[in-house]
C-alpha cells in the first residue's frame, strides 16, 4: 500500500493558536533558513538565548512545565527556573536535530540499551504493543526502530495545533515513510475510528507504537498513583493492549548528545498471551514510566500538567 494510503489522515487540524504563536509554521520555516546558511555552532549557540526568550513569554506552558517538575523532583529542586528551561532547552535542541536529519540529511547515531529484549520483539510472530512517551525524539526514533526491527511498525500521532503546522509535518513524515517503507505512520482524530484499525494491526501480527503519556484533545485519560504522585495518561493504550492481549514493551528515547541518542528497551511489563483489564495494565505502566521520569525527567517534552502530589 502506497504510504499516502497507510495513514489515517485528519479532516484539518484545529486552528488554535494565534498567527505567529508558537504553533506557527512560519517559525520553522525561518530556522530552517537560518541552518541553510549559518554554521552548525552558531545556530546551536543561539538556541540558548532563544529558547529562554520562549521559557519567559510562553507562560502557560512554562507555568505546566513546572508545576509537573515540582512534585517530580525531590526536594523542591523542581521549583526553580533553571529545571524548566533546561527541559526547554532539550527540547529546542531536538528539534534542530530533527530538522537536521529532515532536511539536510545529516545522520544520526544511535545506542541500543536491551538489545536482547529488541532481539525477542524482532523474532516474535505475534503483534506487539510498544509504550513510550515524549522524550528524545519520537519522529527519528520511530524511523530508526523500524529500520532495524526489519518488521511493520505503525505509530501513532495527535495532529498538530494549527493547519499550517500539519500541512508541513504530514509532508515531512510522509518522506520518512518513503524512506523507510517498514514505518507507517497514523493519526488519533476524532471519527476516524483509528482504534479498531490498529486492533487489527495487531491481531494480524504488526507492532504499534503509543505514546502512553500524554492527555490531549479528545482522548480519554486515567489515572495511576505511585510513590504519592497521581499520572494523568491516556486510557486507549491500555484499552488496546487488554482487546488484544498483545505484549506490551517499554521503550524510551533520550538524547545523549548533537544528533545522538539512545533507546532504552525494557522487558515487557504484560508478557502477552491473556488479556488483563486496563486497570491492572496501568500500574505496571507507570511504574516503569516514572521510573524513566527520575532518571530523565530533563527530557520529559510535555507541556500540560500531567502529574500531581496526592493529597493525604
Known amino acids: 500500500m502506497p504510504s499516502s494510503e497507510s495513514a489515517t489522515h485528519q479532516d484539518s487540524a484545529p486552528e488554535s493558536a494565534s498567527?505567529?504563536?508558537?504553533?506557527?509554521?512560519?517559525?520553522?520555516?525561518?530556522?530552517?533558513?537560518?541552518?541553510?546558511?549559518?554554521?552548525?555552532?552558531?545556530?546551536?549557540?543561539?538556541?540558548?538565548?532563544?529558547?529562554?526568550?520562549?521559557?519567559?513569554?510562553?507562560?502557560?506552558?512554562?507555568?505546566?512545565?513546572?508545576?509537573?517538575l515540582a512534585v517530580l523532583l525531590p526536594g523542591g529542586s523542581?521549583?526553580?527556573?533553571?529545571?524548566g528551561y533546561r527541559v526547554l532547552l532539550n527540547f529546542a535542541l531536538t528539534y534542530l536535530d530533527r530538522l537536521w536529519h529532515l532536511h539536510f540529511?545529516?545522520?544520526?547515531e544511535w545506542?541500543?540499551?536491551?538489545?536482547?529484549?529488541?532481539?525477542?520483539?524482532?523474532?516474535?510472530?505475534?503483534?506487539?504493543?510498544v509504550?513510550?512517551?515524549?522524550?528524545?525524539?519520537?519522529?527519528?526514533?520511530?524511523?530508526?526502530?523500524?529500520?532495524?526491527?526489519?518488521?511493520?511498525?505503525?505509530?501513532?500521532?495527535?495532529?498538530?495545533m494549527t493547519v499550517g503546522l500539519q500541512d508541513m509535518r504530514?509532508?515531512?513524515?510522509?518522506?520518512?515513510?518513503?524512506?523507510?517503507?517498514?514505518l507507517r505512520i497514523h493519526y488519533n482524530t476524532p471519527g476516524s475510528h483509528l482504534g479498531m484499525e490498529l486492533i487489527r494491526l495487531i491481531n494480524a501480527g504488526e507492532v504499534v507504537c503509543v505514546q502512553g503519556d500524554r492527555v490531549m484533545g479528545d482522548v480519554a485519560p486515567t489515572h495511576e498513583t505511585i510513590d504519592g504522585l497521581c499520572y494523568e495518561i491516556?486510557?486507549?493504550?491500555?484499552?488496546?493492549?487488554?482487546?488484544?492481549?498483545?505484549?506490551?514493551y517499554p521503550v524510551f528515547l533520550k538524547r545523549l548528545g548533537r544528533l545522538r541518542y539512545g533507546i532504552e528497551i525494557g522487558d515487557p511489563f504484560h508478557p502477552g498471551g491473556s488479556r488483563p483489564k486496563a486497570a491492572e495494565l496501568a500500574p505496571?505502566?507507570?511504574?516503569?514510566?516514572?521510573?524513566?521520569?527520575?532518571?530523565?525527567?530533563?527530557?520529559?517534552?510535555?507541556?500540560?500538567?500531567l502529574v500531581t502530589q496526592v493529597t493525604s
Open 105 to 108: 540529511h545529516q545522520e544520526v
Open 19 to 68: 498567527r505567529l504563536g508558537l504553533h506557527d509554521e512560519r517559525w520553522t520555516h525561518l530556522v530552517l533558513q537560518l541552518m541553510r546558511w549559518m554554521p552548525i555552532w552558531l545556530v546551536t549557540a543561539l538556541a540558548y538565548p532563544v529558547t529562554l526568550v520562549i521559557y519567559i513569554l510562553a507562560v502557560p506552558q512554562r507555568e505546566a512545565l513546572r508545576q509537573n
Open 111 to 129: 545506542d541500543i540499551e536491551g538489545k536482547m529484549v529488541f532481539e525477542e520483539l524482532r523474532t516474535r510472530s505475534c503483534g506487539a504493543l
Open 78 to 83: 523542581g521549583n526553580s527556573c533553571m529545571a
Open 234 to 248: 491516556p486510557r486507549g493504550p491500555l484499552v488496546l493492549a487488554e482487546v488484544t492481549g498483545a505484549p506490551c
Open 284 to 305: 505496571k505502566w507507570v511504574a516503569v514510566m516514572h521510573g524513566f521520569l527520575q532518571r530523565h525527567w530533563d527530557q520529559w517534552f510535555v507541556f500540560e500538567r
Open 131 to 160: 509504550f513510550t512517551v515524549h522524550s528524545g525524539n519520537y519522529d527519528l526514533g520511530a524511523s530508526l526502530f523500524a529500520r532495524k526491527l526489519g518488521r511493520l511498525i505503525h505509530t501513532v500521532r495527535m495532529p498538530e
Open 170 to 182: 504530514e509532508k515531512e513524515l510522509r518522506g520518512q515513510e518513503r524512506m523507510e517503507p517498514m
